[in-house]
């Protein structure tokens, strides 16, 4: 997990303080894109009991779900939503190149679809053997493809970067495609 400051550090209305589990996930592509544009935040890990007391409270955002941004006085939820708000700002997603912006939404939408399938067979109380049926047919059916198509994107693009010649949000959503999922 990337961060530069410590969760208990005081958080002024400029600094972004994130919040998602002590673990990769949803968050990684913030976290990344904070790191890589060398930006000052907080990384507040919530641990899983913690977060199910916040739920029993309704002290869990407008959509009960994690990640989480504060800044300047604002709370953002929502993976995709996050990227896109902080990337403008930060000049790594610029809504107003249309052709681009939709190379870039379809990776990091697909990205999120496809986590949300592998959580669905995490979280299930199949047997491991159904679990790794379903982990299989997730991987051959919709990685596999997803995979086959950014590596096209990229070669069509003849560039390093998914969506013109600099890092953006797609770029970082895909950087964590490597860390383990199960």
Not at 68 to 91: D, F, N, P
Not at 144 to 162: D, G, M, S, W
Request: charged share 20%.
């Amino acid at each position: 997990i990337m961060g530069n400051a410590c969760a208990s550090e005081v958080v002024g209305p400029e600094t972004i303080k994130l919040e998602y589990f002590k673990a990769h996930g949803r968050a990684e592509p913030i976290r990344a894109m904070l790191h890589h544009a060398n930006v000052h935040y907080v990384d507040s890990g919530v641990s899983f009991p913690a977060w199910f007391m916040r739920k029993g409270s309704g002290n869990t955002g407008e959509f009960g779900a994690l990640p989480i941004v504060y800044y300047q006085g604002k709370t953002m939820q929502q993976t995709g939503a996050i990227l896109r708000a902080l990337g403008v700002e930060r000049g790594y997603y610029n809504p107003r190149d249309w052709q681009q912006a939709g190379k870039i939404d379809w990776i990091v939408d697909t990205w999120g679809e496809l986590l949300t399938a592998n959580a669905l067979i995490v979280l299930s109380v199949a047997s491991s053997a159904t679990k790794q049926t379903r982990f299989e047919e997730v991987l051959n059916n919709k990685w596999k493809p997803f995979l086959v198509q950014c590596e096209k994107q990229l070669a069509a693009n003849n560039t390093r970067f998914i969506a013109g010649n600099e890092v953006t949000i797609g770029d970082l959503s895909l950087i964590h495609i490597s860390e383990p999922t199960r």
